[in-house]
């Protein structure tokens, strides 16, 4: 078959298809990935606000957390390197909510969640 000629439409040697452009493209996380990591995140949080969470209000906000960033997945993929973007979207659109549930002031869990997140 090596000096063979193609007619049209032939193919010599397996077809294999092409593998993206990017070899270090990240890829969206999974779900299980997502609700470790929020949960990882809220954990350092509470070490450092240094006060008593009941763990029901704990796995409330785990959840609410989860939501958020499963809703706005995109945008916190493509910013996945900036982690003051990330913070600063904590603020804005987690930290109320949470600060709400766990009757903390909105301010000292925003400084809690920069301090253990590095943003």
């Not at 294999?16 to 949960?39: D, F, L, N, T």
């Not at 916190?76 to 982690?83: F, G, K, S, W, Y």
């Amino acid at each position: 078959m090596r000096g063979a000629i193609l007619q049209q439409g032939e193919v010599m040697g397996p077809m294999r298809p092409r593998k993206p452009a990017g070899r270090h493209e990240a890829v969206y996380p999974s779900a299980r990935q997502i609700r470790r990591a929020c949960s990882v995140e809220l954990y350092r949080t509470i070490k450092r606000l240094g006060r008593y969470i009941p763990p029901d209000k704990i796995e409330e906000a785990e959840k609410l957390y989860f939501r958020k960033v499963a809703e706005n997945l995109i945008w916190i993929h493509e910013n996945r390197d900036n982690r003051k973007k990330l913070a600063d979207w904590w603020e804005e659109n987690v930290c109320p909510a949470i600060a709400a549930l766990w009757d903390v002031e909105p301010k000292r869990l925003g400084a809690a969640f920069r301090a253990a997140f590095g943003g």
